[in-house]
């Protein structure tokens, strides 16, 4: 960890914050600027710890922060702070070793080399898949997805129920997999944890330079390298590719853009093959914002998309749209629901702006824990 120090900037320093409120410490915003309260804060958890005050976080402060932050004592995902590849690769570990019974793989690998891990949930025959983060700026739904399974794992153990079902008979019927955030490039972007000095950002930048009616980088929605990782799928690539460009989307992009053919980027590619390997009886794509749920798809759905879509709007209070076609093709659910008339929801978490402030989680995930479970058995 790095060492943080009054004018600090950035994800560590929100950790930091978002630790030293779990203890009491910190009343201020966390804002990932290391000012006079954060340093206050540090001065009080140095003395309550008996170190060396000096409002320095340096090895032995976040030593003594550790227990408080990988699980040791309390929750693991924090859910008050943005989220970034390295917080939930830290999460996923941490959680790893709290919970042996979990159990945690790749799809594969992002542009810029990161993997892409999946958690399974359960040991049951009967498959589900649910995936967060393919769009950069709605990484709120990381964090949702991430403590729906450190909430599991916690039932799990004490052997209850989450929206009324036993865990562990959910875990010896049903394997649940998750994959919560398919983009950590866009992510690590549009959260700020990625160095403006890297070619990476300045690429971004580069891109986002050409679409100046698109915030940067908070309108991202792209990889990388500017392709749409939900317009990149085989079910009607083509007429995606005629809205989108008719749109104005016709290189790279924050978003929108199709890429220059069906899978040609590897995230999608590894999405894609995950899904080949397995046999998900049911998806859910989770994506931000609307309070809506899409589950039609040029009526191809199978006859019991809608009734499972109905119960999944009676628990979260959302909308269950009944457009057959939306006008956009070329979705990973899209492709789902073509290839194995299968239910696949798009599930529209929040309302406002992308990205959602993280202020809206309580309720998202509030809204969404019964369609968590809900996923896995009502197929
Ligand atoms: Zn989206």
């Not at 290189?251 to 899904?275: H, I, K, S, W």
């Amino acid at each position: 960890m790095d060492i943080l120090r009054y004018g600090s900037r950035g994800i560590l320093v929100e950790l930091l914050q978002s630790t030293l409120k779990k203890l009491g410490f910190y009343n201020g915003t966390v804002d990932g600027i290391f000012g006079a309260n954060t340093r206050d804060a540090v001065y009080t958890f140095q003395r309550e710890f008996g170190i060396d005050i000096d409002g320095v976080v340096g090895p032995i402060t976040w030593k003594k922060l550790m227990p408080y932050i990988n699980g040791t004592v309390g929750n693991i995902v924090p859910t008050n702070m943005s989220y970034s590849y390295r917080i939930m690769i830290m999460n996923i570990n941490d959680l790893k070793r709290k919970y042996d019974f979990l159990s945690v793989g790749s799809l594969g690998s992002s542009v810029l080399g990161k993997e892409l891990p999946y958690i399974r949930l359960g040991i049951g025959p009967s498959q589900v898949f649910y995936s967060g983060s393919i769009h950069a700026n709605e990484w709120i739904n990381s964090v949702v997805l991430m403590k729906f399974i450190e909430d599991y794992a916690i039932q799990y153990e004490q052997n209850g129920s989450l929206y009324g079902k036993n865990i562990r008979e959910l875990y010896n019927e049903k394997s649940i997999y998750i994959a919560p955030m398919i983009n950590p490039d866009g992510v690590d972007l549009v959260v700020d944890d990625m160095s403006k000095m890297s070619n990476a950002y300045k690429n971004a930048r580069l891109i986002a330079s050409n679409y100046p009616m698109i915030s940067f980088p908070s309108g991202w929605k792209a990889n990388i390298l500017g392709v749409d990782l939900n317009l990149q799928f085989p079910a009607n690539w083509v007429l995606a590719r005629e809205n989108k460009y008719a749109q104005g989307f016709i290189r790279p992009a924050p978003r929108d853009f199709v890429g220059y053919g069906p899978l040609t980027e590897p995230e999608a590619l590894a999405l894609y093959n995950f899904t080949l390997a397995n046999n998900f009886k049911l998806i859910l794509a989770y994506h931000s914002q609307g309070e809506v749920i899409f589950w039609r798809y040029l009526n191809l759905e199978p006859e019991e998309a809608r009734k499972i879509g109905e119960e999944f709007a009676k628990s979260s209070g959302y909308i269950l749209d009944e457009n057959v076609d939306t006008g956009s093709y070329a979705g990973y659910r899209d492709w789902f629901i073509q290839d194995y008339r299968r239910p696949g929801y798009t599930i529209e978490t929040g309302l406002g702006i992308n990205p959602l402030p993280i202020s809206q989680f309580d309720k998202i995930y509030q809204d969404n824990i019964g369609i968590l479970i809900q996923g896995a058995t009502l197929v």
